[in-house]
DNA sequence: GACGCATATGCCTTGACGGTTATATGCCTG
DNA sequence: CAGGCATATAACCGTCAAGGCATATGCGTC
């Protein structure tokens, strides 16, 4: 689970496997639709490749890359009990109570791109 | 979202997190919990902070921190097309059937680390 | 078997991040 | 109001990973 956090931290990681969900692609294509050199997207899919989060079958002189979800489920499984706090308990309201020093100051904005510090 | 799968991509924040899901703690608390030098744990308190992951309270000269679970709405958001893959679709047969190449030689192992790469 | 395409890998630079130590701030107590 | 906690911040350093360019590898074609 910790590899996964990990790999997905990346936007670009996630944003490839974003691709890769509505249907497997060869490279190139990854490249063209990322924008990115295809080293830094074959980088990307070789993490991938090694946290187990997507497959390659090799078609010729093309890999085809797949999503596989079975590591999703490790995060899954982490977020689990935090689940339970945001449909049954009350965790909306409370820190409304206590918070607002340097969070929200009037909005509801589920706090994206706050961070300032560096 | 990217700002809550970079924030949890640390162990230390998990952790931390997870000591914060049992109850609110004041720092100190954590500091003892987590082996970790105060600072540190300030710093990733205010990363946490910043990210809305945790709120705040201030209690006299000690400030208990309390799980926030709202961002990680978003990575169950981000979770769930992946999920209806792994509960209807065919996902752990179909890389079985093309991978072959590289991972599980025998067992079913959630693919780890089982790369021989490097 | 030489060429060309698709992809992977190596090397290098740069920037961001985590941790440490030292110090500032805020609050309570005597 | 001086002293002492509890916590935050600053400055600094070491590490590591992401991206770029150049190059190797694999495979199909002629």
């Known amino acids: 689970m910790t590899v996964a956090f ?4 990346e936007p670009s990681r996630r944003h490839i496997l974003d691709l890769l969900l509505a249907a497997e692609r060869p490279v190139a294509d990854l490249v063209a639709a990322t924008a990115m050199s295809q080293p830094a997207v074959s980088k990307h899919l070789r993490v991938l490749r090694e946290a ?3 497959s390659v079958r090799t078609d010729a002189q093309r890999r085809i890359y797949r999503v596989r ?3 999703l489920r490790t995060i899954d499984e982490w977020l689990r009990p935090y689940r339970q706090l945001w449909s049954s308990r009350l965790d909306a309201l409370e820190h409304r109570l206590d918070t607002m020093d340097s969070s929200e100051p009037g909005g509801d904005a589920p706090a994206a791109s706050t961070r300032a510090a560096e």
Chains 1, 2 share one sequence.
């Not at 990990?6 to 931290?9: N, S």
Request: glycine share 10%.
């Open 6 to 9: 990990d790999v997905l931290a």
């Open 52 to 54: 187990g989060l997507v």
């Open 69 to 71: 979800v079975e590591p």
